[in-house]
């Protein structure tokens, strides 16, 4: 099924063709640069250009922050609850980084 405006961007990519808005485009002519991953190459520059990790650094970084608690906390309550955290985080992290090859 088409998207819902598939007449209104056919018909804007036309104006803007006519209007010679494509003309004179960097690396027209040339082939597109091979990627990775085609299927999701837009997506993953999108993320990247924005300021986002993998899932995996992310949790690394929050089981960083984990440890630092675990090194200023006392309480043996917190302790045990802290480590608990970090033995799931250890696993998320795992899972997250096998997912990421």
Partial sequence: MDH???DLIDAK???A?????????????????QVDDPANHLVNRL?????????F??????LSRLR???RETGDRT??????REMS????????????HR
Avoid: C, N, Q, T
Avoid at 78 to 83: G, L, Q, V
Avoid at 88 to 99: N, V
């Fill in 4 to 6: 819902p405006l598939i």
């Fill in 47 to 55: 993320v990247k250009e924005a300021g986002g990790v993998p899932e």
């Fill in 57 to 62: 650094v992310s949790l690394s970084r929050e």
């Fill in 68 to 70: 630092e608690e675990l």
């Fill in 13 to 15: 990519i036309a104006a």
């Fill in 78 to 83: 917190r302790r045990k609850e802290i480590m």
């Fill in 17 to 33: 063709e006519a209007e010679g808005a494509f003309d004179d485009l960097p690396g027209a002519g040339k082939p597109l640069p």
């Fill in 88 to 99: 799931m985080m250890e696993a998320r992290i795992d899972i997250a980084r096998k997912a």
